[in-house]
């Protein structure tokens, strides 16, 4: 069965911080993985895409890794700011009619 | 304006009414979906559909149906709403899934609908 599957659940830093989300999947065949940014009350939005031949993109003070052979991603968030506050959906897309699956995200809180 | 337009954006109603949740897009895809999202957990696929003529069940269809009035139009229906269809909705389109780089959704604004 496709999974994606985040941690932590929840995670609360101080501005200024950085800080690490973390996405296993065991979704195949693979063909790319997307981190969404979810501002409360809003709908989801794209930050980044990995496809299986890179490993490390960036988008501003976002960096995400894949590591295709462990089926695993990252997102790296640097000097945080109160605005990073939102939840960070990870989304696996396979090759079989393009369908995707959701993790349930992670919930980041970034406090003055 | 947006490109993906939700309306309502927030609805009450009781058990048992009919409800119908509409979405409209201006990006020009052919690809749209309705998600819903519960508190603490992730988006879960209701229905999608990938042109006018195509509707294809997610993995929470039962209780919802829906309608592809046009290619820029889809709306979902919860014939007799019940409690526990109690959520945030999301309509979102996506271009066409060919190559890398594709898929990217893109999501409205939400329906927040609440069943007393």
């Known amino acids: 069965k496709n999974q994606v599957e985040q941690s932590p659940q929840s995670l609360i830093i101080l501005e200024g911080k950085n800080c690490t989300l973390q996405?296993?999947?065991?979704?195949?065949?693979?063909?790319?993985l997307r981190w969404y940014k979810q501002d409360t009350g809003r709908g989801p939005v794209s930050l980044t895409i990995?496809?299986?031949?890179?490993n490390t993109k960036s988008n501003g003070r976002y960096t995400a890794t894949l590591d295709a052979d462990t089926k695993q991603s990252s997102l790296h968030i640097t000097a945080s700011q109160l605005s990073d506050s939102a939840s960070y959906i990870c989304v696996v897309r396979n090759t079989n009619a393009g369908k995707s699956t959701f993790g349930d995200g992670t919930t980041l809180t970034v406090k003055p | 304006d947006a490109d993906v337009t939700q309306t309502p954006r927030n609805r009450i109603t009781k058990t048992g009414k009919r409800i119908m949740l509409e979405c409209s897009q201006t990006k020009g895809h052919d690809r749209m979906y309705w998600y819903r999202q519960d508190p603490g957990l992730g988006l879960r696929l209701i229905y999608y559909?990938?042109?006018?003529?195509d509707i294809n069940k997610g993995e929470i269809s039962d209780g919802y149906s829906v309608s592809r009035q046009a290619q820029a139009k889809f709306s979902l229906s919860l014939e007799s709403a019940i409690p526990n269809q109690t959520a945030l909705y999301f309509c979102?389109?996506?271009?066409?899934?060919?190559?890398w780089g594709t898929g990217e959704l893109f999501f409205g604004e939400g329906s927040r609908l609440t069943v007393l």
């Open positions: 996405c296993n999947y065991t979704v195949s065949p693979f063909s790319n």
């Open positions: 979102a389109t996506s271009g066409p899934a060919t190559g």
């Open positions: 559909s990938f042109d006018v003529k």
């Open positions: 990995m496809t299986f031949s890179e």
